[in-house]
Structure formats: C-alpha cells, structure tokens
C-alpha cells in the first residue's frame, strides 16, 4: 500500500467549500421543501383527528372541566410557529424560537393530563396531548430529527404514566390510554423514518454527482480540494511578492516574513510532489463523503488516468455500488488497486490497465446487478471468491489518446534529467 494512500485514509474527510452549499442543504433544496410540505399535511390531519375526538369527548368530562385549555395554548405554539416561519422563510427557525416552542408545549400537555386526570375509567383520554406529539412532526422536517423524537417520547411517557397511575379504576380503559401514549410518538417516529431516509438518500445522490465530475478530467488532474489549497497558496505568494516589491517589506526579508516565504514555498513543492500521480479516481474517493473512509486506493503509477470516459463511469458506479451494499458486520475498506503490466519499451504505457477490487464483508449472491453492468463496461473481469472476501479482477484495455495523454503528463511532472 502506498504512503499516499495510507495518508488520505487517516485524513478525515473534508468537503471543498464549492460544493459543501450543494451536497449540505437537503431541507429546503432538491425536494426537501416538498417533503416538508407532506409531513405538514400529516401533522395537521392527525391533529384534526385528535381535536374531533376531544369534541366527541366532551360530553363525559365533569362539569367545567376540559379540554379546551389546551387546546387553546396548542393553537397559540401553532400560531406563533406559523407566523414565525411564514416571516422568515429563507431560514429555518431561530434557536431560540425553537427552543422556547419546544418547553411551551408542556403547558398544553400538563393541562389536558389534568383534565383528563380521574376520567379514564369512562374513556376519556388526552387529545390535546396526543396532538402535541403531533406538533413536531414539521418541526423534524425544519429542523434536525433527534430533538424532536426525544420530545415526542417525552410526552408519550407522560400520557403513559398518567395512564397507568390510573389503572386500577380505569380497567379496560389503560389499554385505550395506553393506545393514545403510542399515538403521540407513533406519528412523528414515521416522520423521522421518513426524513432521515430522504436525507441519507439525497445526500448520497448528490455526493455521486459531484464527484462525477472528475471522470471527465485529464489524466493527471486536480482535485476540489487541491484546487483550494492551491488557490490559497497562490494568493499568500502574491501578497507576499506585493508587499515586498511595493517596498512594505524590506530585503533581507525579516525573519518573520522569510519564515512565512519558507512555508508558502514548502508547501507549494509538497503540493507538486504529491499531485504528480494525482488521478480523477484519487480526487473522486478523497472528495466523497461516501467513498472516503470506505476506499483505499492503492495506484502509485496513476494508472487510472489512462481509462476512457466509459470506463471511468463504471468504475466508479461499481466502487459506489459495492460500498453501499449492506455488510455482515463492521469489517475492512474496500481495496482498490490498480497497475500497468510491464512492457518492453520503458517509454510506452501498456495499452492493458489491471484493477483488483477485493471487497469484505459483503454476500456475493446479493450484490445488485448493475453493480456486474458497471463492471462490464470497464473491462473483461474475473471473480475470485474467499471465505471473508472476494476480488474483482478487471483487465481494461486502453486507447492510444489516453496512453499518449498520460506520457505527456509524466514527462510533465517528471522532466528528464530530474
């Protein structure tokens, strides 16, 4: 295994700032703003339904008592959320907005628990409660997943507890309390089901998009990031050469100024170094999300830079397919590692690349397949299968124009003489 492979695997994985904005914002982008919309058409179905079932009740609540309470401070939470979102709709909620929403809805909840409190026995149930749960459901599509399931759960708990402190007169009745409990978390846990599939799901979409776009680069490219990191460095030089010839900094350089030269200059040639083997593939497993920690790619010849456009495509599908098959347990990175055979003339590229997938934990005869397709369309291939393992090996042949590309970049990053 290469150091430079080594390397990029212990690096965590950071995205480039010009695509961070595209592959980050699943809420209100790329059919978010859609979901987010079916869930509160949910939410407000059930939460009519729980406001029918209080109207059904109210015959058997005591004389003065009921629900209408809280229901009336539900619908103040509801307003003010409203009414706050439809001000700012180009960002989600304020933090502390969401916040103090989120405490208010105790106050609904505890009045209709003491309503309701001694009446279980003739059936009556929380309702403003229930839909409180009910409440959140929008709020997970605004906002993260997690808080508002925990306060869903909470309130579940305390409509079940109140169920069962009355269980002895209530009988029959705590299952139907009981029922309501599970009808205040039931809703939003769908919701969150549903809203953290379709992140994960778009995200993933998104993140092969982006990192698609380096199958149509030159054999020796650059990356997103290296392509920052350069830009950055470019611009320190320049300010660097304008302050000196603009005469703010005097030759001999002081010695903060030189150590800060040193640093730009070493950093520059590590920058060189490292990208004379720098491939689409490199670029395309360091940039993804996805395909970062679950890769280690082993090609010190860059040899993935002779592979056509077609072939490029299907490699890449298959790595992104083989990663997102489900595995026994948490086991190795998918092992990628590509080589030219050697030829009689040193000069010459081999027109054959060889590429050995070897992939761990994963069921052979489950594998999707277009993940074989993908294969397919990179070269012929052959599969050795082991007892924790299998391996793909794959001989792709390589045009003229790729192999000619690819002398002329070497020759590039490696002039004679060096």
């Not at 929403?101 to 026995?121: E, F, K, R, S, Y």
């Not at 906002?143 to 029959?172: F, K, N």
């Not at 392509?227 to 000196?244: I, P, Q, Y």
């Not at 005469?247 to 200059?265: D, K, N, S």
């Amino acid at each position: 295994m290469s150091h430079a492979s080594t390397r990029a695997e212990s690096q965590p994985f950071r995205r480039p700032n010009r695509s961070a904005l595209a592959a980050g914002d699943v809420r209100e982008r790329h059919g978010g703003r859609r979901l987010a919309t079916g869930v509160t058409i949910t939410a407000a179905i059930v939460i009519v339904a729980d406001l029918l079932r209080a109207v059904m009740l109210a015959p058997f609540y005591a004389a003065g008592i009921g629900p209408w309470a809280a229901w009336l401070a539900l619908a103040a939470i509801l307003g003010v959320g409203v009414a706050s979102r439809l001000v700012s709709r180009s960002n989600p909620l304020p933090d502390w907005l969401y916040v103090t929403l989120l405490v208010a809805l105790a106050v609904p909840v505890w009045l209709d628990v003491a309503a309701t409190w001694g009446h279980l026995d003739r059936g009556v149930t929380p309702t403003a409660a229930a839909a409180a749960g009910a409440v959140l459901m929008p709020v997970a599509a605004i906002r993260g997943t997690r808080v508002p399931l925990a306060v869903a759960c909470a309130i579940g708990v305390v409509i079940a507890t109140s169920t069962l402190l009355q269980a002895s007169e209530a009988g029959e009745y705590t299952v139907v309390g009981l029922a309501v409990a599970v009808s205040a978390v039931l809703p939003t846990l769908l919701a969150v089901f549903a809203i953290s599939g379709f992140r994960s799901l778009v995200g993933r979409e998104l993140d092969l998009s982006l990192v698609q776009s380096t199958v149509s680069t030159a054999p020796i490219a650059v990356g997103m990031q290296a392509s920052e990191e350069l830009a950055k460095l470019d611009f320190d030089a320049e300010t660097l050469l304008d302050d000196v010839g603009s005469g703010r900094i005097a030759i001999p350089l002081p010695t903060a100024a030189a150590e800060r030269a040193a640093a730009v200059a070493a950093r520059l040639r590590a920058r060189l170094i490292e990208g004379r083997t720098d491939t689409w593939l490199k670029h395309a497993v360091l940039e993804s999300a996805y395909l970062s920690n679950r890769v280690v790619l082993d090609d010190p010849e860059g040899a993935a830079g002779l592979l056509s456009q077609q072939q490029r495509d299907g490699l890449l599908l298959a790595l992104w397919l083989l990663v997102g098959e489900r595995r026994k347990a948490p086991t190795e990175p998918i092992a990628v590692e590509l080589r030219t055979p050697a030829t009689d003339d040193d000069h010459t590229p081999s027109p054959v690349v060889e590429i050995d997938i070897e992939v761990f934990g994963v069921v052979l005869r489950r594998l999707d397949p277009a993940t074989w397709e993908a294969v397919d369309s990179v070269g012929r291939h052959d599969l050795v299968a082991g007892a924790e393992s299998f391996r793909i090996e794959i001989e792709c042949q390589t045009n003229s124009t790729s192999s000619a590309s690819a002398t002329a970049a070497r020759s590039a990053a490696n002039p004679r003489g060096s």
